[in-house]
């Protein structure tokens, strides 16, 4: 545990120390700006040609609604480098010659792509606070919307921080990252409205509709299993893959 | 004590160790020598943990690498090939971070930060981002994080590859004081590095051991058939000829024409059962009235050895 922490640590102080950091949070608060005022991602939400205050609604629904799909770009940019650049630089030969296993390195990877989520989330706090100062917010479904935020923010992390143990490329890391969450994010809008009969079960496997009841105010074990569950898959596979590499040839 | 038994590594179709057995005991520094892709990474790469062998074992102080390789791991210092940091940490940050790794209680780290960078002669530049240090430096650093933890053994490749003649010497000479009480295992293919630092001497070359010993040992073994060097010269004397009256010695085994263009014929001959053939070629050259230059005993030196053994087949 001691170890998974070090690692995350320095994992953090690498963030923070360059401006990738600052420049990627800087860029998605701007965006969730203009989603929080004008529902810049998902047009029409307000009513027709409305914007936050013409709608006159006290709660941070449209808000909601969009981050997640901002998020399907912005996480796997944060996640990308995680462990692509070490191995393009070398130094996970020296990262994995420690006293530790495959997992504690996963481990400490991921805790610290938390942390930076959960960071980028305390930045939108405001939006919460200016909702509440204007008007008198029903505070479940704002809870509920940030509980289901950080989920779904911590599944695409654990996607990214997978796709990134297999390819040395961070571009790639961060392509395949980006279609895999935002592929299971519209999965059952595209398909299933296709083809109907598929509808539920694409429904069943997407992000959005469980993102959906969560944000509502709605905590249900179902969410919750779907996105633990994920979290998990993507974890094992990657510290998995990380592994292969002691695999007998 | 470091025992490597047969061990194999194939990556696809390529053979990169044909079984490689050795043992190191403690407080020997023992150099690995050979050609680029002869298999010495490969070795270092196994014997740290980084990636098994496909057959065959190695075991460090009892344990197994490919078994228990925690216990390995926290005995070896590793600086791997072409030292690998995070450039965007400071040096200070970077140590205490690998003493934290390798288990250094907290209120000790920032002690032996300093006494390790004093001793590898990072001192001077504990504040400076990585990104911005020079390849000396860089190595300085590396070594330093091998180190923190005081390791039985340490695993150095290509330490001082890259460097300057007057860093080279620096390194070496660290190296050498660093071996009066534990194992290093370093790669090399600077022989006089070699010489200088080294105990004991393993030639690799094909993914196989082709020698095994002190420096000393061996040339010694290669003193046994030496190698002669005739130098001469005369009215239309050419290559061709001295080499075919040579080769016709009853004593000559092999000559090789060695003449450079400037009118002398250097030939390097080797006699039957390492016979001295000095004589011989004497009383030829006498004969044939050439003009003898240089009639000499070519000691064959560890280039020499490490030339001839390592030739591609």
């Keep these: 545990m001691n170890h998974t922490w070090t690692l995350a ?3 953090l102080m690498s963030y923070f120390n360059s401006p990738i950091a600052y420049t990627a949070i800087a860029v998605f608060l701007l965006l969730a700006g203009l989603q929080f005022l004008y529902g810049l991602v998902t047009p029409g939400a307000f009513g027709p040609g409305a914007d936050f205050f013409e709608a006159n609604e006290a709660s941070l629904r449209v808000f909601f609604e969009g981050i997640p799909l901002l998020f399907a770009v912005f996480l796997p940019a944060i996640s990308m480098r995680l462990m692509s650049d070490e191995q393009k630089t070398g130094t996970l030969e020296l990262l994995v010659t420690l006293p530790v296993s495959e997992m504690q390195i996963i481990a400490g990877k991921y805790l610290a792509s938390l942390v930076f989520l959960a960071v980028t989330l305390l930045f939108t706090v405001p939006y919460a606070l200016t909702v509440a100062w204007l008007g008198n917010p029903d505070i479940g479904p704002i809870l509920g919307g940030y509980c289901g935020l950080f989920l779904i923010g911590a599944t695409y992390l654990a996607i990214g921080l997978m796709t990134s143990t297999w390819t040395q490329n961070q571009i790639i890391a961060f392509l395949l990252a980006a279609m895999i969450c935002s592929g299971l994010y519209f999965v059952d809008s595209l398909v299933g409205n296709v083809w109907a009969a598929t509808r539920p079960f694409f429904e069943s496997i997407s992000f959005k509709a469980h993102f959906q009841n969560i944000s509502r105010g709605v905590l249900d074990t179902r969410d919750l299993v779907f996105f633990l569950s994920l979290i998990t898959i993507a974890i094992l596979l990657a510290a998995h893959s990380l592994e292969s590499r002691k695999w007998k040839a | 004590m470091i025992e490597v038994k047969n061990l194999q590594k194939s990556y696809g179709d390529l053979e990169a160790l044909k079984g490689l ?8 520094i023992v150099g690995f020598l050979g050609p680029n892709g002869a298999g010495k990474s490969t070795t270092m790469k196994i014997l740290t943990c980084y990636m098994p062998a496909s057959a065959g074992s190695v075991s460090i102080d009892g344990h197994d690498a490919f078994e228990a390789p925690l216990e390995v791991k926290k005995r070896i210092g590793y600086l791997p090939e072409s030292t690998p940091l995070y ?9 205490a971070y690998v003493a934290a790794m390798r288990d250094i209680p907290a209120h000790d780290r920032d002690a032996r930060v300093r006494k390790i960078s004093t001793t590898c002669g990072a001192s001077t530049f504990l504040g400076q981002d990585i990104g911005t240090l020079s390849k000396g430096q860089r190595q300085r650093v590396g070594l330093a994080q091998a180190l923190i933890h005081d390791p039985p053994i340490l695993i150095l490749d290509e330490p001082t590859s890259g460097l300057d003649p007057n860093q080279i010497r620096e390194i070496r000479s660290l190296i050498k004081d660093l071996g009066r009480d534990r194992t290093i295992i370093l790669s090399t293919h600077n022989l006089t590095e070699v010489m200088l630092t080294c105990d004991r001497l393993i030639i690799i070359h094909q993914g196989a051991i082709v020698a095994d010993g002190t420096p000393e040992e061996l ?5 046994q058939n030496p190698t002669i060097v005739l130098e001469v010269a005369g009215e239309g004397v050419d290559a061709e000829a001295v080499l075919k009256a040579v080769t016709a010695l009853e004593a000559v085994t092999t000559a090789i024409n060695r003449s450079n263009a400037h009118g002398r014929v250097t030939l390097a001959i080797e006699g039957r059962d390492g016979a ?4 011989d070629l004497h009383a030829l050259a006498v004969e044939k009235t050439w003009s003898v230059f240089e009639l000499r005993r070519d000691a064959l030196d560890l280039e020499g050895i490490f030339r001839q053994l390592t030739r591609q087949a």
Excluded: C, H, K, N
């Design chain 2, 21 to 28: 057995s050795f043992e190191v005991p403690r407080g020997q």
């Design chain 2, 87 to 95: 450039s965007d940490m400071t040096v200070y940050d970077y140590l």
């Design chain 2, 219 to 223: 040339e010694q073994r290669e003193a």
């Design chain 2, 276 to 279: 001295d053939i000095r004589p």
């Design chain 1, 9 to 11: 640590r320095r994992e």
